[in-house]
């Protein structure tokens, strides 16, 4: 019988033929146009030790064995990939909110994999949860350009009662407090939109000579 693709019990025609063993074999047009050599399944292994790699796989191979990034270093992916891929996630969490709680309870406090002791300062740790930055998000979404300024280059969310304040006041003393506070830590009220230079100067911040732009 000979290898190959098989369409309602029948074999097609051989077009080409095993590199090693000749064996008669189908190899689609397109497969042919992009492929240096066929084989049969029992001859595959032995062809690819015998003939090779290309110049460009091995240099491919040899960065990936290099940076261990499976040589994708650098490589940027479009906007609308990056879009297209938030959409699809945003979809599959809403439909799926217990796994999403799920996720949550496995990755919090010392179950998470950089766990260090509760080391991270509450003010710190309270700015990396997912409210604070959805209070960012509607902050700047409302503004839409800096509030001082009109600046609409590298915007950031300024609480005007400033967030050590409020978990003071509060006597918040952990994330779940936080989150029971939620209303009056993330009201929308309290933030207005600076870019980052008008919010250096709010907090008497000065930038690094090597400081780098968020883009």
Same mark, same amino acid.
């Given at each position: ?42 001859? %595959?292994? +032995? ?10 796989? &091995? =240099?491919?191979? #040899?960065?990936?064995? !290099? ?8 490589? %940027?992916? +479009? ?10 996630? &945003? =979809?599959?969490? #809403?439909?799926?909110? !217990? ?8 990755? %919090? ?107």
């Amino acid at each position: 019988m000979i290898e190959g693709n098989y369409t309602g019990g029948l074999v097609r025609t051989p077009n080409t033929q095993c590199v090693l063993c000749e064996k008669p074999l189908y190899r689609r047009p397109s497969d042919m146009a992009s492929s240096r050599y066929a084989a049969c399944m029992p001859c %595959r292994g +032995r062809a690819q030790t015998i003939i090779g790699i290309t110049d460009k796989q &091995k =240099a491919g191979l #040899s960065q990936g064995r !290099e940076k261990g990034t499976n040589h994708r270093t650098g490589y %940027r992916h +479009r906007e609308e990939s990056k879009a297209k891929t938030a959409e699809a996630n &945003k =979809a599959f969490w #809403s439909n799926h909110p !217990e796994q999403l709680a799920n996720r949550g309870e496995k990755l %919090r406090g010392s179950k998470h994999y950089k766990w260090k002791g509760g080391a991270t300062k509450l003010n710190v740790s309270i700015r990396q949860m997912d409210e604070n930055r959805k209070w960012m998000e509607a902050v700047k979404e409302r503004d839409g350009k800096c509030v001082r300024c009109s600046s609409v280059e590298v915007l950031e969310a300024h609480h005007k009662v400033s967030l050590v304040v409020l978990i003071k006041t509060l006597s918040s003393t952990s994330r779940d407090d936080a989150r029971q506070n939620a209303s009056v830590l993330w009201n929308i009220e309290n933030g207005e939109t600076l870019c980052q230079d008008c919010h250096y100067k709010e907090h008497g911040r000065k930038k690094r000579a090597n400081h780098r732009k968020r883009v």
